[in-house]
């Protein structure tokens, strides 16, 4: 895989996941306050699918290439970004030097999380289970949902002192809601997202965007079980947690309770009412329109040298080989004629 094609894939899915993040930037506050925050959530699945997408050949096309969903599906991938690359004449020194950067970069972006995420796995100390199946530990100061694979809810050494006991149900209502929706898991997809695409800011922004649409999906999950008439408690149990933890770490394996988004626009969010099932499955809907729309104009903006299928690699390489074959046997011959004549207007 030559450093030319790599540059040419990167180059094409910056534009389109950038433009997918840019349609759910745009997108989920009207939806949010519509059909509610759980479906606005669903909008961030334009980014990677729109990338995905991307890849994707043209089936059932008339010009389409029949192998290409086969097992050879990504060396036809690359194929495609070869020639957008040679197209592009992009030269090789240059292609080089920016894969070497962006290499560099992914190292460095990705030695800074992991070392991060271990520094606080250190801090935490020694969990200590609960019956109720939650975990304590005196390195935190608010709730919170740690593990990928295994998720765990974290509450604070002072959880019961600190909080009433309807904060207390309140609060791991919200955790769970993160554990079920395997929020950790989707935080540290978004990290070695930012990782590949260091080099995007809006990328760094629209992860931010993400988190705290999470928040708003779990805040709305608990309420809808909850009912209005707790929403003042609710909020309540969300200021102590924001008061508990005021340091604003966001790590990217860890579902905060309230430390990394403004109190006040999630408190704001709480005022409004919660859609029912009827309005969620029309914000399902919606969303998952919009999704589809940017897949497909993925597929629209799709570079036509992408979209070409080409054609029989050991055609052309036959082919180019006896036209190296023929040239080599034509120019002998047509030299040794020329001299030929040569000698024989000199004998003249």
Not at 47 to 65: E, M
């Amino acid at each position: 895989m030559s450093d030319a094609v790599v540059l040419g894939y990167l180059a094409c899915l910056t534009a389109v996941t950038t433009l997918a993040a840019l349609l759910a930037a745009l997108a989920r506050a009207p939806l949010r306050n519509t059909v509610g925050a759980r479906a606005a959530y669903w909008l961030w699945l334009a980014v990677p699918v729109s990338a995905f997408a991307l890849t994707l050949p043209h089936i059932g096309r008339g010009d389409a290439n029949p192998a290409a969903a086969g097992p050879d599906f990504i060396g036809w991938v690359w194929a495609r970004m070869a020639v957008l690359i040679e197209s592009a004449h992009v030269s090789l020194p240059f292609a080089e030097a920016a894969c070497a950067v962006w290499a560099v970069g992914v190292a460095t972006v990705l030695a800074l999380m992991v070392l991060r995420q271990r520094a606080f796995i250190r801090s935490l100390g020694i969990l200590v289970p609960l019956p109720d199946g939650t975990w304590r530990s005196g390195g935190v100061t608010e709730p919170m949902l740690i593990g990928v694979l295994r998720p765990r809810v974290l509450v604070p050494l002072d959880f019961e002192r600190h909080y009433s006991a309807e904060e207390r149900e309140f609060v791991l209502a919200h955790e769970r809601a993160h554990m079920r929706r395997r929020d950790t898991l989707v935080n540290g997809l978004g990290a070695l997202w930012l990782c590949v695409f260091w080099y995007n800011p809006v990328m760094f922004w629209a992860v931010r965007l993400l988190r705290f649409d999470q928040d708003l999906a779990c805040d709305a999950a608990v309420l809808a079980a909850a009912g209005r008439g707790r929403r003042g408690r609710y909020a309540e149990a969300l200021l102590k947690a924001q008061l508990a933890g005021e340091s604003g770490l966001a790590l990217p394996l860890a579902c905060h309770w309230g430390t990394a988004h403004p109190l006040r626009r999630r408190i704001a969010a709480l005022r409004r009412p919660v859609p029912g099932r009827v309005r969620h499955a029309i914000g399902i809907l919606c969303a998952s329109t919009l999704v589809a729309t940017a897949s497909l104009a993925a597929r629209t903006v799709q570079p036509a040298s992408l979209i070409a299928p080409p054609a029989d690699a050991h055609a052309e390489a036959n082919s180019a080989a006896a036209a190296r074959h023929a040239a080599g046997k034509v120019c002998p011959l047509a030299l040794r004629r020329a001299r030929e004549r040569q000698k024989a207007r000199t004998r003249a």
